[in-house]
């Protein structure tokens, strides 16, 4: 069983950067890897990055490569996800959740947290 807090959303200029948190709690946390979705108004929700807490391994989603970067801080149990270079269409709810693995899929996460807004204007 894992709770999962995101932080750090808000509104943030194009260009700009922002800092996400999850801070994950629960007797069984640390076996889970950690997963950041986003949801756009009248979107689907898609994949943005995954970290795995045993073994530090990442995945990314294409949209946000080279500009974003997943990171754990295993003292702190919190997963981060780093934006850089923010484009308006990251504009969308944060969401983190925990699963058995890495994956892409959503249905692949057991846990979520309640999501943070980020928006990102001209």
Not at 52 to 62: I, Q, V
Not at 87 to 96: G, H, N, R
């Amino acid at each position: 069983q894992v709770q999962l807090v995101e932080s750090g959303g808000g509104l943030v200029q194009a260009g700009g950067s922002l800092r996400l948190s999850c801070a994950a709690s629960g007797r069984t946390f640390s076996w889970y890897a950690i997963g950041w979705f986003r949801q756009a108004p009248g979107k689907e929700r898609e994949f943005v990055a995954a970290i795995s807490w045993s073994g530090g391994s990442t995945y990314y989603a294409d949209s946000v490569k080279g500009r974003f970067t997943i990171s754990r801080d295993n003292a702190k149990n919190t997963v981060y996800l780093q934006m850089n270079s923010l484009k308006l269409e990251d504009t969308a709810v944060y969401y983190c959740a925990a699963g058995p693995r890495i994956g892409n899929s959503s249905s692949g996460y057991n846990y979520w947290g309640q999501g943070t807004q980020v928006t990102v204007s001209s």
